[in-house]
């Protein structure tokens, strides 16, 4: 049986042989956007995507219908249609041999050389695939260490994707616990790699020509976030401890208390040098997702003027509705962070402060 497959902007029609899938005969593509000569059937692009059918022909109304969706897509802006056909995420180096991986969800850091390769946080499974390919391209040996700063899914989604090819996952042993809870609850545990090593306050190892060293400081973005500090670069990631002028996500459900927030960005500062480049978990639109101690000042000021920001509302005898329904758009004192999201904040920041007068 010969299977076709048809673009998603319905400018190339392929005839696959079942018996030899590389085998492929193809008309060029329409529009300009598709390759006829290398396709990449996994890339998640409006583009890329393949209409996969088990009949031997294709109906004229399914072809219509899947044209007529990327006929539309085709009008987009051109920035928008730039960052359709962009390539799968950037890496990009900092300090030594050491950098970052940006695509979607939480930042990713690593650290490759001929002796060692790590790997912190890991985004979602299929980013964590594009990833692992842009690694391979420069190192082919097993991955040593695999860090989670902390249990959320656009950091340790990715995990899967390092099954049998990494030695050892590390992160707070209450980063497990939650990564552990929330997997039961979403009955996605099949979908999980959890770590296998743990900790409560530092953690150290040696990995090729670095020492990883792991800080936790209590309580912030969640129970369970990790500083990771790669020490010979001086370059310390802080998973979504930073949210660089962006509305943070406060994650009660998960431990996580704004004033030792403050807290454990303080004990961040004394603890790495003023040299230090800090890898933040995201960044607002506009704003780079590394910086330097001024940044985790900044930090520390807005989630400190949250709090003094609601307990006067409180005071002045304010219901969390109330707070909402006045469509706030800033913190007084830390302007610096707009956009969406201030929500999150208020509400959190109220409930931490309510907690403690029930």
Known sequence: ?????????GGIKIRVNPLNPRHLRSHPCRFGFCSSKKLNFRRQCLFYCFIHLNQSFMSRRQFLQTSTFAIGASMLPTAWLSQLLAPAGEMKTLRNNVGIFTE???????????EGLVV????????AVHLIEAIRKQNDRRVDLLINTHHHGDHSGGNIAFKGIVDKVVAHKNSKANQERTAIAAKSEDKQLYPDTTFDGTWSQKVGSETLS????????????S??????ANVVHCGDLMFNRRF????????????N???ALGK???????DTLYIFGHGAEGFPVTGTEKDLIAMQNYLSKLLKFIKKEIKAGKTKEQILEAKYQVIPGAEEWKGQGIERSLTTAFDELMEGKK
């Not at 912190?120 to 980013?127: E, G």
């Not at 500083?227 to 010979?232: D, S, T």
């Open 214 to 225: 792991l800080h936790y400081f209590g309580p912030g973005h969640t129970n369970g976030d």
């Open 1 to 9: 049986m010969v299977r076709i497959l048809a673009c998603a902007c």
């Open 268 to 274: 961040a500062r004394k603890t790495f040098s003023k």
């Open 227 to 232: 500083f990771v500090h790669f020490e010979n």
């Open 120 to 127: 912190v946080d890991t985004q979602f499974p299929d980013t």
């Open 261 to 263: 927030w403050i807290v």
């Open 248 to 259: 943070p996500n406060i994650d009660r459900a998960a431990g996580a208390s704004i004033a």
């Open 104 to 114: 979607r969800g939480g930042t990713i850091a690593w650290m490759i050389d001929k």
